[in-house]
């Protein structure tokens, strides 16, 4: 491989990983927020049942 | 270990500066090596980053290493949900080291990997040890798991002292970071890997937090099932 070439490459396998990690663990985040906000209300109407 | 939304905020700004700056400071500030012993001199500029993902690799297998032994101790669960998440963030960063160096390795060396160099050899084996922690967490079902998770994280991590000095220790075709007797890296080029270190380990402690968010909202969500089930 050539040295830019491997230059790019490592860089761009770098960023992309850790900014898609970041992505994936963020939406994680917002669709566990959402599953607590539901259970909790769930929660709440059944304890006033 | 809670966080406010204010040290949050204070962590990523961190995080996104030094990760600027880092960027700066490797592609421009850091002159290109003038050594006819390089094959490859621009691609040694993979270095800031290989390193800096290695070192903070090591950081989270290090966090790995105390929260297991204070979890076997004290058996809270806080110590244990710590371990996890920053085993987690360290096989992510273990991966970005592991891929980087081969791709510097075959503009310098002209092949990707040498299974005979003791460095590469041991940070892989470090590499697969964490892997098969988390897919110990991930797939065991046992009251034991923490436990046997905390084992192996204490053990896992002798592998990383041994990753540090193993090109020092045994003949290896991987570079010496830390100054040797046979010379040390210029001004420049150490002020362009601080930066690097310092970004990636800001970047460490915002994922961290967010994993470590994550596990304690599984946990909520999994008690709130439960008392939904009870009533």
New interface residues.
Partial sequence: ???????Y???T??WA??FG??AY??M??MK??K??KL??E??KK??RK | MKFDKKMDTMVLVLALVFVLLAIYMALIYTPVVDDPGWNAPKAQKIFYFHVSAAWVSFLAFGVVFIMSILYLAKGLKKWDDLAFASAEVGVVFCTLAIVTGPIWGSAEWGVYWRWEDTKLTITFVLWLIFVAYLVLRGGVESEDKSRLAAIFGIIGFVCVPLSFVSSRIWQSMHPNVVATSEGSMSAETGMGLLAGVVAFTFLYLFILKKRLNIIEMTSKIEDLKEKIGGL
């Fill in positions: 491989m050539g040295e830019l070439e491997a230059l490459l490592a860089y396998i770098i990983g850790l990690y970041l663990l963020h994680k985040q566990l927020s599953d607590l259970l909790e769930m929660v059944n304890e």
